[in-house]
């Protein structure tokens, strides 16, 4: 892909795959070709890797957890299921919005849990909506501890972000579909891999082992669920397309 972005004439070229087209800066087409550069040169650059919330660390792009936040509280899940601990910002950041609509609780899942990030998630002021559990997400073990958590009638949130190797997030998907209520959402998280293949900080073999190609696959065999965007609650713009790390994502449990 090749831009040139000439802001004396307000124009910008964009060529790609041989094909050329020249846009107006001051347009939605422009500012569509323009983000999913700064997207990429972000995540190369960990821009991501810059934020906290309410004290730990929160590796996300701000956008995905706003539009999150905009599913959460339309949706006001019991149980939100998040696979992938780190260092906890995101299941505080979950579990803040329950609190705050004095409804719901987080779960959350990891393979190793380290001392430090359980002892700080444990200390947290939203601790007393948080449950860790540690082991291999996709395992049968795992998942049933999950389950155990939740109660009849509870409606279920899923968002799968640990290994997002191709194989684990479809693995993943597979173990925890069952317990995605009906019009609720199951997210696999990081489909940007695909986008940043090529970049210093990628890796070739991301072009197809994504967290959006195991969504694809898990949508051959399941089509009780759909791929969509959630719907803005508010837009005074003409714009209509996420500016995301989590392209591919959404699975909405439709039957």
Same mark, same amino acid.
């Given at each position: 892909?090749?831009?040139?972005?000439?802001?004396?004439?307000?124009?910008?070229?964009?060529?790609?795959?041989?094909?050329?087209?020249?846009?107006?800066?001051?347009?939605?087409? @422009? *500012?569509?070709?323009?983000?999913?550069?700064? !997207?990429?040169?972000?995540?190369?650059?960990?821009?991501?890797?810059?934020?906290?919330?309410?004290?730990?660390?929160?590796? #996300? =792009?701000?956008?995905?957890?706003?539009?999150?936040?905009?599913?959460?509280?339309?949706?006001?899940?019991?149980?939100?299921?998040?696979?992938?601990?780190?260092?906890?910002?995101? =299941?505080?950041?979950?579990?803040?919005?329950?609190?705050?609509?004095?409804?719901?609780?987080?779960?959350?899942?990891?393979?190793?849990?380290?001392?430090?990030? %359980? #002892?700080?998630?444990?200390?947290?002021?939203?601790?007393?909506?948080?449950?860790?559990?540690?082991?291999?997400?996709?395992?049968?073990?795992?998942?049933?501890?999950? %389950?155990?958590?939740?109660?009849?009638?509870?409606?279920?949130?899923?968002?799968?972000?640990?290994?997002?190797?191709?194989?684990?997030?479809?693995?993943?998907?597979?173990?925890?579909?069952?317990? !995605?209520?009906?019009?609720?959402?199951?997210?696999?998280?990081?489909?940007?891999?695909?986008?940043?293949?090529?970049?210093?900080?990628?890796?070739?073999?991301?072009?197809?082992?994504?967290? @959006?190609?195991?969504?694809?696959? *898990?949508?051959?065999?399941?089509?009780?669920?759909? =791929?969509?965007?959630?719907?803005?609650? *508010?837009?005074?713009?003409?714009?209509?397309?996420?500016?995301?790390?989590?392209?591919?994502?959404?699975?909405?449990?439709?039957?």
């Amino acid at each position: 892909m090749k831009l040139n972005i000439d802001t004396d004439n307000s124009r910008v070229t964009h060529e790609q795959n041989g094909v050329e087209r020249e846009l107006p800066l001051y347009s939605r087409e @422009a *500012f569509e070709v323009l983000s999913d550069l700064w !997207v990429k040169v972000g995540w190369d650059q960990k821009y991501s890797y810059t934020f906290s919330w309410m004290g730990r660390p929160v590796i #996300q =792009l701000p956008g995905d957890l706003i539009r999150t936040q905009e599913v959460i509280y339309d949706l006001r899940p019991d149980v939100i299921v998040e696979t992938g601990v780190a260092h906890g910002g995101s =299941l505080i950041f979950y579990a803040g919005l329950c609190s705050s609509m004095n409804h719901g609780r987080v779960v959350g899942v990891d393979i190793e849990i380290r001392p430090h990030n %359980r #002892q700080a998630i444990e200390a947290h002021e939203m601790a007393g909506l948080i449950t860790l559990i540690e082991g291999d997400s996709a395992s049968p073990e795992t998942v049933n501890r999950v %389950r155990s958590l939740i109660k009849p009638g509870e409606s279920v949130l899923v968002i799968l972000d640990s290994c997002h190797t191709r194989q684990h997030v479809l693995a993943e998907l597979n173990a925890y579909h069952e317990l !995605v209520t009906l019009g609720s959402w199951l997210v696999a998280t990081d489909g940007i891999m695909r986008d940043v293949h090529d970049v210093p900080q990628g890796s070739a073999d991301w072009k197809t082992d994504h967290p @959006a190609a195991a969504a694809q696959d *898990f949508l051959q065999i399941h089509d009780n669920f759909v =791929l969509e965007q959630p719907e803005w609650p *508010f837009n005074e713009s003409d714009l209509e397309k996420n500016i995301t790390h989590w392209p591919g994502a959404w699975l909405r449990r439709a039957a």
